[in-house]
């Protein structure tokens, strides 16, 4: 009984639950969000987004994956902040004083906005995504329209401070989760393979932004390497035709929070989850 309570246990250490949150939106069109849209001769169409961050969380740890775009960063492109990004963390018991780590899928504005949020935790990032960012090509117009230079500002201060660690090509961050760096949209563009009670979750970020950019082999319209953004697609399909990912989360689409478990109460219309979390906390078990 005794090595069986112990197997579970660790199972338990490897399995996460993982949580989609919306705080942002925008409304536009095909044409403005797909790489020549006119090459595939279909008529325009509206289309929405939503944006999103990501938590990684069992009894042992919580990772907080990307953390949403600024007030700043959301108002100088006139994307609509629907929910207070930091107070939302709050509702999901996420506290800077509990100094969770941080992955950064890339270096998009809506990506890196708010970790001056939290300012004791360690995050994690590409080295070649990095490197991009502090090169000369970064401030070239069709690249830097994506980002806030405050913002990169701070990632080389937390650099500074020891508390921005790279990775290369992929890494295991924990038992369970692992970091693969795809490229495309970004040159360090990475997405996160996490184990569910509910099987593997790929969050793929922005690798994939709708799910039908990837159903249709469709790029979006930024690119740092049209061919890796491609070889992402395809990298991602051969991880599902496998069988080696069950559920795919886009970086966002609007059905996304529709294909998953919806938080309880007031969060229900903002939250999903994947997967159990076996939670102390009552007030998390009432909402999530």
């Known amino acids: 009984m005794e090595n069986l309570s112990r197997i579970l246990l660790n199972k338990n250490m490897d399995e996460y639950q993982v949580t989609i949150a919306k705080y942002g939106s925008r409304s536009t069109v095909k044409s403005e969000v797909y790489l020549n849209y006119g090459l595939y001769h279909q008529p325009d169409e509206p289309i929405g ?96 329209h994506s980002v806030e230079d405050y ?55 922005d690798a994939i932004h709708f799910y039908e950019e990837f159903e249709a082999d469709r790029p979006f319209m930024s690119v740092s390497s049209l061919v890796d953004m491609y070889a992402a697609f395809d990298t991602i399909r051969e991880m599902v035709a496998s069988g080696e990912i069950k559920h795919l989360v886009s970086g966002h689409d609007v059905d996304t929070l529709n294909r998953f478990t919806p938080a309880t109460g007031d969060l229900s219309t903002i939250v999903s989850t994947i997967g159990r979390y076996a939670c102390v906390r009552e007030d998390l078990k009432t909402k999530l």
Do not use: C
């Open 151 to 205: 913002e990169l500002a701070h990632l080389r201060q937390l650099r500074a401070e020891k508390r921005l660690e790279f990775f290369s090509d992929r890494i295991e961050v924990a038992s369970g989760i692992e970091i693969i760096e795809v490229g495309g949209h970004t040159p360090g563009q990475a997405v996160v393979k996490v184990n569910t009670s509910e099987g593997v979750v790929l969050l793929a970020s």
């Open 49 to 144: 987004l939503h944006y999103f961050f990501w938590v990684i969380r069992n009894s042992q740890r919580t990772i907080l994956v990307d953390t949403g775009f600024s007030v700043i960063g959301g108002a100088n492109r006139k994307r609509t902040l629907d929910h207070n990004v930091p107070e939302l963390y709050k509702r999901l018991g996420i506290s800077p004083e509990d100094a969770p780590q941080i992955i950064i899928t890339h270096g998009h504005f809506d990506h890196i906005g708010n970790l001056d949020f939290f300012p004791k935790s360690q995050m994690l990032i590409s080295e070649k995504e990095y490197d991009f960012w502090n090169s000369k090509h970064a401030g070239r117009t069709l690249f830097h």
